[in-house]
């Protein structure tokens, strides 16, 4: 091996230094016993050297990956990709590597991935947990693997005892539902997704709340449960129009589903908000691209994922004990459910 093609060592660094391999090494690796100022010192000779660490044999010798896993149902959903931007920043800033899975929200793949994982790949696991939420067989044995967990979104805290991040679902649907009371509607649809998952049951249960709190009446063809996807939304409108009875307003759990209605709506020659208002959840980028400009329930999903990776790598690093932590959802109120039915137009 050639001068210029050797790879510089600890045993290099510390002889440059004329201190021990030992500091040079526990300095590297962050440890409390080096003061700062000569972890600065080690690590700016070690720059000037050009060392590398050989990761191999740092993760053999300490059992540790500096990998996170993070799964998540699709990762072609604005909400899941701002998650993982929020994991990955954090990440980054910890000096971590993240590695992204989707599920598909299929219990099979879900269970083929997390057995992947869980064979050494990773630290530790961020996860939203495949439809339907309540098979959480594979989740607990992680937990008996000790493999730390953080769940969000979909977060089955009350099922087993992992830290979680999500937002407060059953206020985001109350609040949604209160907005469209206070502008004289009375008749409100909720379209939902499968009520066997938590975040749409407890959106759900936002919705029926708020009206029963107002004494109204719910009918059970008020509520339509499909997908929350663009499709499903329009399925759900064409059943409600066939039918012939309107609403004055819709909750949907899910921004693309309200587009579909939108859509749907738009080409039976109905308008939003004068006929029909709606308010979506999610906060996606397309609720300030269509017309009319979607009013929707805001996530934090940045936030969620940012929140989510820190408690993980506190945990980690420093074995801080998991917390369920709910974010205070927001209403962006925009152009589908402003109109005021007490004011005659």
């Excluded at 230094?17 to 690796?29: E, H, K, P, Y």
Aim: hydrophobic residues 40%; proline residues 3%; contains cysteine.
């Amino acid at each position: 091996m050639t001068e210029k093609s050797k790879k510089t060592s600890i045993y290099d660094i510390a002889k440059a230094l004329g201190i021990s391999a030992s500091t040079v090494s526990r300095a590297l690796q962050n440890h409390t016993s080096i003061s700062d100022s000569r972890k600065e010192l080690i690590r700016e000779k070690a720059k000037e050297l050009n060392y590398r660490p050989n990761l191999v044999a740092v993760n053999l010798k300490t059992g540790k990956t500096r990998t996170i896993g993070v799964l998540v149902p699709n990762i072609n959903r604005f909400f899941f990709s701002s998650v993982i931007e929020g994991v990955e920043d954090e990440a980054y800033r910890r000096n971590y590597d993240v590695l992204i899975c989707q599920s598909k929200d299929n219990k099979d793949r879900e269970e083929k991935i997390l057995s992947n994982l869980s064979q050494g790949k990773v630290d530790g696991i961020i996860a939203s947990v495949a439809y339907p939420d309540n098979n959480l067989s594979m989740y607990e044995e992680l937990v008996d693997m000790e493999i730390p967990l953080v769940f969000f979104d979909r977060a089955s805290v009350d099922a087993i005892q992992v830290g979680s991040v999500r937002v407060d679902d059953y206020k985001g649907g109350y609040s949604a539902v209160k907005h469209l009371l206070l502008q004289g509607n009375k008749k409100i649809f909720h379209f939902s997704g499968p009520l066997e998952v938590t975040v749409w049951r407890n959106r759900y249960r936002g919705w029926r709340d708020a009206l029963e709190d107002e004494g109204i009446e719910i009918q059970d063809h008020w509520v339509q449960t499909e997908s929350t996807d663009k499709e499903s939304g329009r399925k759900m409108m064409r059943a409600i129009l066939e039918r012939g009875d309107l609403p004055d307003a819709i909750f949907c759990a899910g921004d693309y589903a309200a587009l579909g209605v939108i859509q749907e709506l738009r080409e039976n020659g109905l308008r939003v908000p004068e006929d029909i208002a709606i308010v979506g959840f999610a906060n996606e980028p397309i609720d300030e691209m269509v017309r009319p400009t979607i009013s929707s329930i805001c996530q934090s999903s940045f936030r969620m994922g940012s929140l989510a990776a820190k408690m993980l790598f506190d945990n980690l690093e420093t074995k801080e004990a998991m917390v369920n932590i709910t974010i205070a959802p927001e209403l962006k109120v925009r152009e589908s459910s402003f109109f005021d039915r007490r004011v005659k137009k």
